[in-house]
């Protein structure tokens, strides 16, 4: 089992960026996928949540209406479409996968960092 996180970098205050979590080794599309986060000094928190078929999706409230969660059952990938991104969203992105009753999948993580 494999998630392999994608996309993170460095960026402006107001710039976007997208990261791509691509899974292998599960049946990815029985799977909900969140996006969870752990800036420096702090407790990871999670980001944004999809539904196993992309039917619900959640966010935490600091970045509602600037993220987008997505996924592509296909090609085993989920996505985060981050946009005018500010310093506070600079941390560590993790990928998850979860099905109940099965067992709990993490990434290692992708740097975000946002900075003028």
């Known amino acids: 089992v494999q998630l392999v996180e994608s996309g993170g970098g460095l960026v402006q205050p107001g710039g976007s960026l997208r990261l791509s979590c691509l899974a292998s080794g599960f049946i990815f599309r029985n799977y909900a996928m969140t996006w969870y986060r752990q800036a420096p000094g702090k407790e990871r928190e999670l980001v944004a949540v999809?539904?196993?078929?992309?039917?619900?999706?959640n966010y935490a409230d600091s970045v509602k209406g600037r993220f987008t969660i997505s996924r592509n059952n296909a090609a085993n990938t989920v996505y985060l479409q981050m946009n005018s991104l500010k310093v506070e969203d600079t941390a560590v992105y993790y990928c998850?996968?979860?099905?109940?009753?099965?067992?709990?999948?993490w990434g290692k993580g992708t740097l975000v960092t946002v900075s003028s």
């Open positions: 998850n996968a979860a099905r109940a009753g099965f067992s709990n999948y």
């Open positions: 999809i539904s196993a078929f992309g039917a619900g999706t």
